[in-house]
């Protein structure tokens, strides 16, 4: 049997790594809101019991809607979408006792025009 030849290893050859190129800074755009949301609308005698009477765009509606449902505690404490209607939020969700935080935009927005 023949014996094999192990081939001489090279010297690997040095190659000088380049820095990495650094990316262009993008410049940060301030988001514009969205005008139909931004657009206020007048709440009914229903809604302002929770929101106040003054016209007013549709984000604030809903952070004045969470805010009372947070300070009166009506999440539910097992499924936290589901909210527990008291006396002005049954009159809002058309007499539901409670109903999902995804309903709940559906029923708060016949009550704004």
Same mark, same amino acid.
């Given at each position: 049997m023949a014996a094999k030849k192990k081939a001489a290893k090279k010297p690997a050859k040095k190659v000088a790594k380049k820095a990495p190129a650094k990316k262009a800074a993008k410049k940060k755009? $301030? @988001? #514009?809101? &969205? !005008? $139909? *949301?931004?657009k206020p609308v007048q709440p009914?005698? %229903? +809604? !302002?019991?929770?929101?106040?009477d003054k016209p007013q765009p549709r984000t604030e509606i809903m952070k004045k809607t969470? !805010?009372?449902? #947070? #300070? &009166? $505690? +009506?999440?539910?404490? #097992? &499924? =936290? @979408?589901?909210i527990n209607a008291d006396d002005k /939020? =049954?009159? /809002?969700?058309?007499g539901k006792a409670n109903v999902t935080m995804f309903e709940m935009? =559906?029923? %708060? *927005?016949?009550?704004a025009k």
């Open positions: 755009t $301030a @988001r #514009k809101p &969205n !005008a $139909a *949301f931004m009914d005698a %229903i +809604l !302002a019991a929770v929101v106040g969470w !805010a009372y449902i #947070k #300070k &009166n $505690a +009506l999440q539910d404490k #097992k &499924n =936290k @979408r589901q /939020l =049954k009159a /809002l969700f058309g935009t =559906k029923y %708060i *927005f016949k009550h």
